[in-house]
């Protein structure tokens, strides 16, 4: 929006040391400026008052699973982000997460112009054991209260749009993806002995679909590798790779984090991303993430798990990639076999993939939508 002529401020929560140099570098080119609302020492609160606020957000999270409410100490800064979003003018306030939400409520209630994206499903999301310690109602108190009164609703599925409004009413959530700008073309590239299967995150851990895929991939007889990208939980690669033939552990690469501008260049050194979301937990179902948008824009065919968002995406270019319930595991890797069977087979759906996200997810497509909605608003 700011490469749209509009003077945009980016209201943040500043809550982990190591993002900060990240955080800034990016800032360095960013067409908007940025205030931070500190839960770190060395910027602008005090130590002391830090303290003081882990304190009550711990208390308040453990009050959650006794009294089934919480409060909003629960859901991060919201009382410190709704006092400085109060100072900063705006013809519009656009909220994004929990504690944003919660604020975006009470600055609708003082007359302010606000918009939200439900980019996840909050109230909806996480494992059972972690819901029991959220503050549900306060969650969804604030999801029905955006989508009854705000200026627009964002997210980033159909699917999810329609959950939304079949639970809460108001008005129906505009579809806006996760995508990204087009990276330069990655089809051209030569490609490896052996197809490469490609997973990422942040964090490398349990319960991401991760055990089940390896439990398929080992019954495979087609030559593979897997590499897995992301900073792993302690343990956790060797308990993975126990899952793993000894005599095909030598195809399972670990690789660390890499800064945000590196990872669209590192995923196009592969064929096959892998998008394996969990259904089990309804937001996981019905989201779009932005892996599987990531893996279209660098031109990798895609394996995704069986949920409602994922299928959306392919249901638009089934040539793209394939779906497989890795809980069938001897189905699932009949499945990647047939996959790696052919390579002339999947280089065209890597370039099957890479036109998806051409003509459907990808950032010079969404812009435009978004500005008009934005547009609208302002104008009231």
Same mark, same amino acid.
């Given at each position: 929006?700011?490469?749209?002529?509009?003077?945009?401020?980016?209201?943040?929560?500043?809550?982990?040391?190591?993002?900060?140099?990240?955080d800034?570098?990016?800032?360095?080119?960013?067409?908007?400026?940025?205030?931070?609302?500190?839960?770190?020492?060395?910027?602008?609160?005090?130590?002391?008052?830090?303290?003081?606020h882990?304190?009550?957000?711990?208390?308040? *999270?453990?009050a959650?699973?006794?009294?089934?409410?919480?409060?909003?100490?629960a859901?991060?800064?919201?009382?410190?982000?709704?006092?400085?979003?109060?100072?900063?003018?705006a013809?519009?306030?656009?909220?994004?997460?929990?504690?944003?939400?919660?604020?975006?409520?009470?600055?609708m209630?003082?007359?302010?112009?606000?918009?939200?994206?439900?980019?996840?499903?909050h109230?909806?999301?996480?494992? %059972?054991?972690?819901?029991?310690?959220r503050?549900?109602?306060?969650? *969804?108190?604030?999801?029905?209260?955006?989508?009854?009164?705000?200026?627009?609703?964002?997210?980033?599925?159909?699917?999810?749009?329609?959950?939304?409004?079949?639970?809460?009413?108001?008005?129906?959530a505009q579809v806006?993806?996760?995508?990204?700008?087009?990276?330069?073309?990655?089809?051209?590239?030569?490609t490896?002995?052996?197809p490469?299967?490609?997973?990422?995150?942040?964090?490398?851990?349990?319960?991401?679909?991760?055990?089940?895929?390896?439990?398929?991939?080992?019954?495979?007889?087609?030559?593979?590798?897997?590499?897995?990208?992301?900073?792993?939980?302690?343990? &956790?690669?060797?308990?993975?790779?126990?899952?793993?033939?000894a005599?095909?552990?030598d195809?399972?690469?670990f690789?660390?984090?890499?800064?945000?501008?590196?990872l669209?260049?590192?995923?196009?050194?592969?064929?096959?991303?892998?998008?394996?979301?969990?259904?089990?937990?309804?937001?996981?179902?019905?989201?779009?993430?932005?892996?599987?948008?990531? &893996?279209?824009?660098?031109?990798l065919?895609?394996?995704a798990?069986?949920?409602?968002?994922?299928?959306?995406?392919?249901?638009q270019? %089934?040539?793209?990639?394939?779906?497989?319930?890795f809980?069938?595991?001897?189905?699932?890797?009949?499945?990647?076999?047939?996959?790696?069977?052919?390579?002339?087979?999947?280089?065209g759906?890597r370039?099957?993939?890479?036109?998806?996200?051409?003509?459907?997810?990808?950032?010079?497509?969404?812009?435009?939508?978004?500005?008009?909605?934005?547009?609208?608003?302002?104008?009231?």
């Amino acid at each position: 929006m700011g490469r749209a002529g509009y003077d945009v401020t980016l209201l943040m929560v500043r809550n982990h040391a190591p993002s900060e140099p990240v955080d800034a570098a990016l800032m360095a080119e960013a067409p908007f400026r940025r205030e931070a609302v500190d839960l770190i020492p060395g910027f602008s609160t005090g130590v002391a008052r830090l303290l003081l606020h882990r304190t009550m957000s711990r208390i308040a *999270r453990s009050a959650a699973p006794v009294i089934g409410l919480g409060g909003r100490l629960a859901i991060g800064p919201s009382a410190a982000l709704l006092a400085r979003a109060r100072a900063i003018p705006a013809d519009l306030t656009i909220v994004h997460n929990e504690p944003a939400h919660w604020a975006g409520i009470r600055l609708m209630s003082g007359g302010r112009r606000v918009a939200a994206d439900i980019e996840d499903w909050h109230s909806e999301d996480l494992t %059972p054991e972690a819901r029991a310690r959220r503050p549900l109602r306060l969650i *969804r108190a604030s999801e029905a209260g955006l989508l009854r009164r705000a200026a627009y609703v964002t997210t980033t599925s159909r699917a999810l749009s329609g959950a939304l409004h079949d639970r809460y009413g108001g008005m129906q959530a505009q579809v806006i993806s996760n995508s990204f700008p087009l990276q330069a073309n990655p089809l051209g590239r030569e490609t490896g002995p052996v197809p490469a299967f490609f997973w990422f995150s942040q964090t490398t851990g349990p319960g991401r679909g991760l055990e089940l895929f390896l439990s398929a991939w080992s019954r495979t007889t087609v030559p593979s590798r897997l590499v897995i990208l992301g900073d792993p939980v302690a343990g &956790y690669p060797a308990s993975l790779l126990a899952r793993v033939p000894a005599e095909r552990r030598d195809q399972v690469s670990f690789r660390p984090q890499v800064a945000p501008a590196s990872l669209p260049a590192v995923i196009a050194e592969h064929d096959i991303g892998l998008a394996l979301e969990q259904s089990f937990i309804v937001n996981r179902d019905l989201t779009i993430t932005n892996k599987i948008l990531q &893996y279209l824009n660098a031109g990798l065919a895609v394996v995704a798990s069986p949920t409602a968002g994922q299928r959306e995406v392919l249901a638009q270019a %089934p040539e793209a990639g394939v779906i497989s319930d890795f809980m069938q595991t001897g189905e699932a890797a009949s499945a990647l076999d047939r996959l790696l069977a052919d390579r002339a087979v999947l280089t065209g759906r890597r370039a099957a993939a890479r036109r998806l996200a051409e003509e459907v997810y990808c950032w010079e497509r969404e812009e435009p939508r978004l500005l008009d909605l934005v547009e609208r608003a302002i104008e009231g």
